[in-house]
């Protein structure tokens, strides 16, 4: 009998050591927070005007990284960028247009990785862009979609106020009118006013109903299936048109944001690598030529932090939804934009370029069991957001694909005082060229309201490279490949069909003494340039 009673105590206690074996040993779950157009201006990151309690408080409790940068600075190249695991010439996305899937149809993705090693994957609002969203691919089911209440209106162009929605209709009508139906669709020229201040719920917008739609796929993810589970929410604001509630534009006294006090391109910068500001002068109130007024840059400013503000209170019912279903300790929270964005500085309002602000983001990551003896600390590497593929692989213990080209961050999520292992690889054709699809200028659209501009655009670059310029060339062909070391900040920019070419021209930024790209130093350290070069050549894939 005594014996009968040892063999069930013993068979008892290996099923409870196998049954917490396997507690711990579960996968861990993902949620993937994508936010368009932030740039690294946030409570955490050392601003002293945007609100972002949320985000600094998930900064508080992962690592935050200081030196994060996109490999290309516009929507579409950098999340398919994201999301391969690949830099965009690889991929060959280096526009809105392009769909990897056409360049490499058989390419692994992050979410269909893990669809593929059991979990579930599922999507609300932009992580990819536009109609690439890879639907059969990377995702194994559908959101549910949240039921609005009848408090929500109506919206229209994107816009809830109705003096909003008549000055898009009516610059629509006017302007197809002048140029043509087609023409305006291509081209994305029917728009409202910049700025929308609207007395309304959250979920009136897209951000706010895709958090409540994702905070029900949660729950339904949490009671209806055992399976680990990747969450991706995308965020569209701070993207153009700045909109969002009244009560995120009433967190700020407009009379005390300040504006950029560097307003002028670098000097001896190349002139290819600014546009004329297109993306925010296509709104319909805003000049088309010439500067904007400090007023008016107040109010940009303004209307930008409010949609900050905006989705940082997403960021906190998902976050705050996700302590509520119990999977919060067993979830890796990260959180990235795509690009920054430029307010002002340089004279430029816009993302699109080769430089600091453009290209360097936000990026938090916290990560149960990993980030527990690390949280709250701030890693100064420079490093890519390529690395995010390879990063979440070894964090939910998966094999990683063999066409990865970033490098797992886990040793500095554990280390965030480790030093950079490598340079942070950016690129953007001819910026000053295209309009911001990052597509080159086409014919009709030389002939709208921006044709002064254009031809404007073109005079300084003929100026600047004299004899080597070619419309064509430049317009179709020429790339600027930016190279971030810890101390510097260098560009060149080449022939594609060309490589081995020398560069057409080439720029330097010492961001020990000059972090804010003042003045491009290249002609007078020749020596530097050739060491640069030597290892840029070495180093991009």
């Known amino acids: 009998m005594k ?26 779950n993902v949620l993937f927070i994508a936010i368009d157009d932030l740039r690294a201006e946030l409570g955490t990151y050392g601003s002293e005007i945007v609100k972002s309690p949320n985000i600094d408080t998930l900064a508080n409790v992962g690592v935050q990284f200081n030196h994060a940068y996109v490999q290309q600075a516009i929507c ?6 994201i999301m391969t695991g690949s830099y965009p010439e690889t991929i060959n996305v280096i526009d809105l247009f392009q769909d990897f899937r056409d360049n490499r149809p058989s390419i692994v993705t992050l979410p269909q990785h893990f669809k593929e090693n059991g979990y579930e994957t599922v999507y609300l609002g932009k992580v ?127 009379a005390k944001i300040p504006i950029a006090t560097q307003v002028n391109p670098p000097k001896d910068g190349a002139t290819m690598g600014l546009s004329e500001s297109l993306e925010l002068r296509v709104s319909a109130d805003m000049p088309k030529k010439g500067n904007f007024s400090p007023e008016l840059q107040r109010q940009l400013r303004h209307g930008y932090y409010a949609c900050i503000s905006y989705i940082d209170a997403q960021v906190g019912k998902m976050i705050q939804a996700l302590k509520d279903s119990g999977t919060y300790e067993n979830t890796i929270i990260v959180l990235w934009s795509d690009h920054g964005f430029n307010l002002g500085e340089m004279g430029y309002w816009g993302k699109a370029t080769n430089y600091e602000i453009a290209t360097r983001v936000p990026f938090i990551i916290s990560a149960p069991g990993i980030t527990d003896k690390t949280k709250g600390q701030k890693a100064n590497a420079t490093v890519e957001l390529i690395d995010l593929y390879p990063t979440l692989c070894d964090l939910a213990e998966l094999n990683k694909p063999n066409h990865l080209e970033g490098e797992s961050l886990v040793s500095i999520l554990k280390k965030p005082k480790s030093k950079s292992k490598k340079p942070a690889f950016s690129v953007f054709p001819t910026p000053a060229l ?55 900040r260098f560009v060149i920019w080449k022939d594609r069909r060309r490589p081995n070419n020398a560069p057409l021209y080439v720029e330097l930024y010492d961001h020990k003494n000059d972090p804010n790209e003042t003045i491009n130093i290249a002609n007078q350290n020749p020596t530097l340039v050739k060491e640069l070069l030597e290892k840029f050549n070495k180093s991009y894939k």
């Open 3 to 28: 014996a009968k009673q040892l063999f069930f105590l013993i068979l008892f206690s290996v099923i409870i050591s196998f049954t917490g074996f396997a507690q711990k040993k579960k996968q861990p």
């Open 128 to 254: 990819f862009h536009g109609v690439f969203t890879d639907d059969e691919m990377s995702w194994s089911r559908k959101p549910i979609k949240a039921k609005k209440d009848s408090n929500v209106p109506n919206i229209e162009g994107g816009y809830a106020l109705a003096e909003s929605q008549l000055m898009y209709l009516k610059n629509k009508v006017a302007l197809e009118a002048k140029y043509g139906e087609k023409l305006i669709r291509e081209n994305w020229l029917n728009k409202g006013p910049a700025l929308e201040s609207a007395d309304v719920p959250d979920e009136t917008y897209d951000d706010g109903y895709n958090t409540l739609s994702a905070i029900e796929t949660l729950n339904d993810m949490v009671k209806n299936n055992d399976k680990p589970w990747f969450l991706a929410l995308g965020f569209k604001k701070p993207h153009l048109d700045w909109i969002a509630p009244k009560k995120y534009w009433d967190m700020y006294d407009e």
């Open 76 to 81: 579409g190249p950098s999340r398919a960028s």
């Open 434 to 488: 295209r309009e911001w699809a990052a597509r080159p200028f086409t014919a009709p659209f030389r002939t709208t309201f921006f044709m002064p501009l254009i031809e404007k655009i073109e005079t300084k670059i003929k100026l600047q490279m004299g004899e080597k310029w070619n419309r064509k060339t430049f317009e179709q062909f020429v790339m600027g490949y930016a190279m971030r070391t810890d101390d510097y």
